[in-house]
């Protein structure tokens, strides 16, 4: 199959869509497939990160996300390439403008699309003008909409779908796990002098236990709610450290939790590195700790179980298929009960060693070959059911863009919050071209560029 994989975030950057991409891309091409992943055009991506099969979409600076592009909903010169790429299925993994070119791409070229629902934007709305411009409710609203413009959906956990289902998605939801490529991060892959050495780059020393966390440091990964556990736990174990690998909007605010709490001394905040290097930073915790509610699939849960690295998580359904109480990780519920749920961990090797083992055999059922074979088949039933005579009669044209309340509200604010307030810069409308695909091929780039230009100022 030629299979296309819409996404609004890939590498350089790190978090678990792009990661979830990755994987699923890498395991589709072992299995035969032709993949290519649309992704906006990132200018810290390295020489090394280059990959012919991933083509770099237009895209302008996200005003409210540090470090983050936004892609064009509509360029001709990339409708025109992909044109030729001849997809089978269009499989977007985000909602917003890349998401939306896959859908505009899925309808015009008659393409059959599923989509994956990786994040709860309810949980995410206060990045735009602290909620009051876009609410939750909108946020539902627009998931469902998008969600029910797609022929199938998947969700990558029960609680994910729990969610679908209230919103009103009505098209087939399935549950497919990310697969996890445990080679990448265990333990036997890595050498100890290694990750003695890394930690010693650090300020630490051998045996200094460490709570380790690591993603993207934003407010809905309530990271916040480990550090008010911290002081009560350094003054029963003053030699501990926290280190926090990765970066984001809320750092600057959790450095200045850290001083406020006199904790800053002992809590590392080391930026975001590579993804060719993450399994290494994986080893330096004695143990994973974790207070996100927002998850729709825990993917830095299984890296660091496949990792052998003990988890300690706040209780929530986005983990249940993979961190059970005192089997495979422990949970907690409140800020106390993190104290002594980490306290223990951290003073009991026996109990340590147990939780790593038991984690790493729950993550070998999360294989990477699982998570390609599963998707393999719902790309081969969709398209089968899209194709069908009968089933042509249920397809009908749905909002691309929001539904009538989120429309109106929007339409009722200045323009000027509109354009700046949103962060979307703006969304350029598609417009009908006129020219022949071939005449379109012989379109010097100025002359591209130009129109693509005059696009945006309609």
């Known amino acids: 199959m030629n299979i296309g994989l819409f996404t609004d975030t890939y590498f350089p950057q790190i978090n678990g869509v792009a990661t979830s991409v990755h994987t ?57 390439q992909i044109s030729h790429l001849h997809l089978d299925i269009v499989h977007t993994q985000t909602e917003f ?76 939801i399935e549950i497919i796990p990310t697969g996890i490529d445990t080679s990448l991060f265990a333990k036997k892959n890595f050498l100890e002098q290694d990750t003695i050495a890394l930690k010693q780059s650090l300020g630490l020393e051998k045996d200094t236990p460490v709570i380790l966390s690591l993603g993207r440091v934003a407010k809905e990964k309530s990271i916040d709610v480990i550090l008010r556990a911290l002081p009560k736990l350094f003054q029963k174990m003053p030699q501990a450290r926290m280190v926090i690998v990765g970066d984001g909007p809320e750092r600057e605010n959790l450095e200045h939790l850290a001083k406020e709490l006199d904790i800053a001394h002992k809590v590392l905040f080391i930026g975001a590195k590579p993804w060719t290097e993450i399994g290494r930073y994986y080893q330096i915790g004695t143990v994973f700790c974790s207070a996100s509610v927002s998850e729709t699939q825990g993917l830095t849960f299984a890296e660091a179980m496949a990792g052998g690295i003990p988890v300690v998580a706040k209780r929530d359904e986005s983990i249940e298929n993979i961190i059970e109480n005192n089997k495979t990780g422990l949970l907690f519920e409140t800020e106390e009960d993190l104290t002594e749920k980490l306290y223990m961990l951290l003073n009991t090797p026996t109990l340590q060693k147990r939780l790593a083992n038991a984690s790493i055999t729950k993550m070998e059922l999360l294989s990477v070959e699982a998570f390609a074979e599963h998707m393999e088949q719902l790309y081969e039933n969709t398209i089968a059911v899209y194709h069908s005579d009968t089933a042509q009669e249920h397809f009908v044209k749905r909002p691309l863009f929001a539904g009538v309340k989120t429309v109106k509200s929007i339409s009722k604010l200045p323009k000027k919050i509109v354009k700046k307030g949103t962060g979307l810069l703006y969304l350029p409308l598609l417009r009908k071209n006129n020219i022949s695909h071939t005449e379109q091929s012989n379109i010097s780039d100025t002359e591209q560029n130009q129109r693509e230009n005059d696009s945006t100022k309609e």
Do not use: W
């Open 97 to 172: 403008p890349l998401g939306i070119f896959g859908k505009l791409l899925s309808t015009v070229k008659k393409i059959p699309m599923v989509h994956t629902y990786h994040t709860m934007y309810e949980d995410y709305v206060h990045y735009i003008a602290k909620g009051y411009i876009v609410t939750p409710a909108m946020a539902k609203e627009f998931s469902k909409l998008f969600c029910n413009s797609a022929t199938a959906v998947v969700a990558p956990t029960e609680k994910a779908k729990h969610f679908l289902e209230e919103y009103g998605v009505t098209k087939p």
């Open 24 to 80: 699923l891309a890498g395991a589709l091409r072992a299995r035969g497939h032709n993949v290519y992943i649309f992704t906006p055009k990132d200018p810290n991506t390295t020489a090394e990160q280059s990959d012919e099969n991933v083509i770099a979409m237009p895209s302008l600076p996200f005003m409210l996300l540090r470090n983050y592009r936004v892609g064009l909903i509509y360029s001709p010169r990339a409708f025109n």
